[in-house]
């Protein structure tokens, strides 16, 4: 189906002093553009009405689905702003298919890729102006598909809204890149066996907000997850993927086991691991072992990554019974090689060897 966005007549909301006012310093999630997309979705008329619209509230029925049964999946992505004021999207067709599989999941349905895409395109188009230019920043899109219909019966609604949203944004870390600290929860879980843990679902991240108020109580900025049955396989932290770099250079992350979300640069890391001589491998990683090597020295660095994180250091791992540090190398080792890597690519400062980046 190709859709045919109609764009606003005036799409100038803000001035441009305002906006480069919030792009000096952006934060993480917390201005919105001007614009939003949006497709109506029905059981008897498909996908219908793909429109670009102001930003603002979506009008719904107290007995709106979403509210109670949280029937919703959402995604995340950059645009990037290079030297020469081209904007770029990394890998949206992955994030795409990714929504149509979290979709299936909950019971939602599927937007085709190309839908997907160009929608996240059309909008990032209209509000190009709202990419940052400067430093590390970029514009971070939200698409989600929200249950509609009003009804309390626990079942698919029959009316669903895919929206995308989008939010200039800095580190989503307030620190910046410097390493976080994480604590590694014993006893609640993200998700179980034969949940939704590779779907991106609203549940799961609202699963993961006790642990990470225990973690913050505990001086740590973000939670890891073990698996729900044994409390020992790692599986990954409140909102991003989690790696390893070993002595024996090698890239180590858990695999794919139904309770991790692939996440896009997860797989990215996995892919140019090879180029930055490292090997990589995806296989169960016990927390004990984790801590033996982080004492013993066989194990070099951790770090956490996803969209929101990039690739971000992990500087200890705390649990109830104590501390382990990771002696973090003062250039950042190949935690930061990796993620400067990607930014490259991200930025158009590297050549893209892979056809990962697509312009706008
Ligand atoms: C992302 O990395 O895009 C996410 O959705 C994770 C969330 C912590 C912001």
Redesign the pocket.
């Known amino acids: 189906m190709a859709l045919k966005f109609n764009a606003p007549s005036d799409p100038t909301y803000r001035t441009e002093a305002d906006i480069a006012k919030i792009n000096e310093d952006p934060g993480?999630?917390v201005h919105f553009t001007d614009h939003m997309a949006r497709i109506d979705w029905s059981e008897d008329e498909g996908w219908v009405d793909p429109r670009l619209i102001e930003y603002g509230p979506i009008p719904m029925d107290p007995a709106g689905a979403v509210f109670h049964y949280a029937q919703e999946a959402?995604?995340?992505?950059?645009a990037y702003h290079r030297e020469d004021g081209s904007i770029w999207l990394f890998r949206p067709e992955r994030n795409a298919a990714r929504f149509f599989n979290s979709s299936k999941r909950l019971a939602l349905p599927q937007l085709p890729v190309d839908d997907f895409v160009q929608a996240v395109r059309e909008l990032t188009r209209l509000d190009a102006r709202w990419v940052p230019k400067e430093g590390e920043k970029s514009l971070?899109l939200?698409p989600f598909s929200i249950a509609t219909e009003s009804f309390l019966g626990v079942r698919p609604s029959k009316t669903v809204a895919f929206c995308v949203i989008a939010s200039p944004v800095g580190a989503?870390f307030s620190g910046g890149v410097k390493p976080v600290d994480i604590w590694v929860e014993s006893h609640l879980s993200r998700v179980s066996n034969g949940g939704t843990g590779d779907a991106?679902c609203g549940g799961n991240?609202a699963a993961s907000l006790v642990p990470e108020e225990t973690a913050f109580a505990h001086g740590c900025n973000q939670v890891m997850f073990v698996d729900n049955a044994e409390h020992r396989w790692v599986e990954e932290l409140?909102?991003?993927n989690f790696l390893m770099i070993t002595k024996n250079d090698e890239l180590v992350t858990p695999p794919l086991n139904g309770n991790i979300l692939p996440?896009v640069?997860r797989d990215s890391l996995l892919t140019i691991a090879p180029e930055m001589g490292l090997k990589p491998v995806e296989r169960p990683i016990d927390i004990a072992e984790v801590y033996a090597g982080m004492d013993d020295g066989t194990i070099s660095e951790l770090f956490a990554c996803?969209?929101?994180?990039v690739v971000t250091p992990i500087g200890s791992l705390t649990n109830e019974q104590g501390r382990h540090d990771m002696a973090v190398p003062a250039d950042g080792g190949r935690t930061i090689a990796l993620r400067n890597y990607l930014l490259d690519v991200q930025y158009g400062r590297r050549e893209d060897t892979r056809g990962w980046t697509q312009r706008v």
Do not use: P, S
């Not at 959402?74 to 950059?78: Q, R």
């Not at 996803?306 to 994180?309: H, L, P, Q, R």
């Open positions: 993480f999630g959402f995604e995340g992505l950059k971070y939200r989503y991106k991240y409140g909102g991003m996440g640069t996803g969209t929101a994180a």
